[in-house]
């Protein structure tokens, strides 16, 4: 496995693999290329008919692949880097990867299932209420401990401690409170125009209150009067109160769906 | 086929809502997403016979039909 050194070398290594001979499952890798560089978190395995790129996550990596069309398949042995291996295949519903039975051959097992949804959002003057605020840098601890304990880690676009705090520091994070006690949070990414939710955790002794839905309102009723015009957010297929939340708030199927494939 | 209207057709086989007479601009309104870029990426490479660098795929490039036709035909003279 070697290190991706920089930009140049990463695009030389697409520009051959980028093609209709070849089936991936880059394009997370290709939106966040320049920032794995960047912290020299991105290797490569490169053979005669794959290129494989290994995202360093501390505890496993994620699996960025590129598999010639013919020749389905990956050698074992570049596929234990001494930790879990995690690959994600984002597909539409109507058209199944072919690439499934490789990572299978190749000791992958089925982890869980996400679909994406998404609600057009428009320009409204709301009255946002007062019991959520952004988080603070002092609730740093109590997110970060929220989401290992209730966020899946190979999967829900988990976050290392230090990434957390930067994620308060920049606005990234609403916190909800009953009373003066803090209850649970919203994680959020902004995009150009949209937003995209990336995840709602709610401490155990406050649920069933309704504050994951009176986050969501607030979040909606907050980027559409700040002119954003969508929402989108992945949400595992077996989570049924999410499912039945972002239904309450009209969020539609896009058609894409992403299993996550794991191999310990 | 023009190289503009096989562009048009690339992009409402990844989204059919696309509306080339509407002003939207393909990236920041989210007509394609990072997944449908590449798709876009392989689909360009097969009918213009042009390999659209990942350095390329800056909004600049991607804003509409007009700016994706000047990159590509760049690329074809490069």
Request: aromatic share 16%.
């Amino acid at each position: 496995m070697k290190q991706i050194v920089n930009n140049e070398l990463f695009s030389k290594l697409l520009a051959k693999y980028l093609n209709k001979e070849y089936i991936n499952n880059a394009g997370r890798l290709i939106r966040d290329y320049k920032f794995l560089i960047g912290e020299k978190r991105l290797y490569y395995i490169e053979k005669d008919n794959y290129l494989l790129f290994f995202e360093y996550r501390k505890d496993f990596y994620n699996l960025y692949y590129f598999i010639s069309k013919l020749n389905l398949f990956i050698d074992t042995e570049d596929l234990n880097p001494g930790k879990p291996v995690v690959a994600d295949e984002v597909y539409r519903e109507d058209n199944l990867s072919v690439s499934t039975d490789a990572l299978l051959e190749a000791g992958f097992k089925k982890y869980l299932t996400r679909i994406h949804m998404f609600i057009k959002i428009g320009v409204k003057d709301v009255q946002l209420s007062d019991n959520i605020r952004f988080a603070c840098e002092d609730e740093a601890d109590l997110i970060f401990e929220l989401q290992n304990k209730y966020i899946d880690k190979y999967t829900g676009n988990f976050l290392f401690k230090e990434e957390m705090v930067n994620e308060v520091k920049n606005n990234l994070i609403f916190s909800i409170y009953e009373g003066m006690n803090f209850a649970g949070y919203l994680r959020f990414r902004i995009n150009s125009k949209s937003v995209s939710l990336e995840g709602i955790v709610i401490e155990p002794e406050f649920r069933g209150k309704g504050y994951s839905k009176e986050l969501v309102k607030y979040f909606i009723d907050y980027f559409s009067k700040e002119g954003y015009n969508k929402i989108d957010l992945w949400v595992r297929d077996d989570n049924v109160s999410a499912l039945r939340l972002y239904d309450f708030f009209n969020f539609e199927k896009t058609g894409y769906k992403c299993d996550n494939y794991i191999k310990f | 086929m023009e190289v503009k209207e096989k562009i048009i057709e690339i992009i409402q086989s990844l989204n059919e809502d696309f509306d080339p007479d509407e002003e939207t601009d393909i990236i920041e309104d989210g007509i394609l997403d990072s997944f449908d870029i590449v798709n876009f990426i392989i689909e360009a490479d097969e009918a213009f016979g042009v390999k659209i660098g990942v350095e390329e795929i800056v909004p600049e490039n991607f804003g509409n039909v007009e700016s994706i036709q000047k990159l590509i035909e760049r690329l074809k003279n490069s």
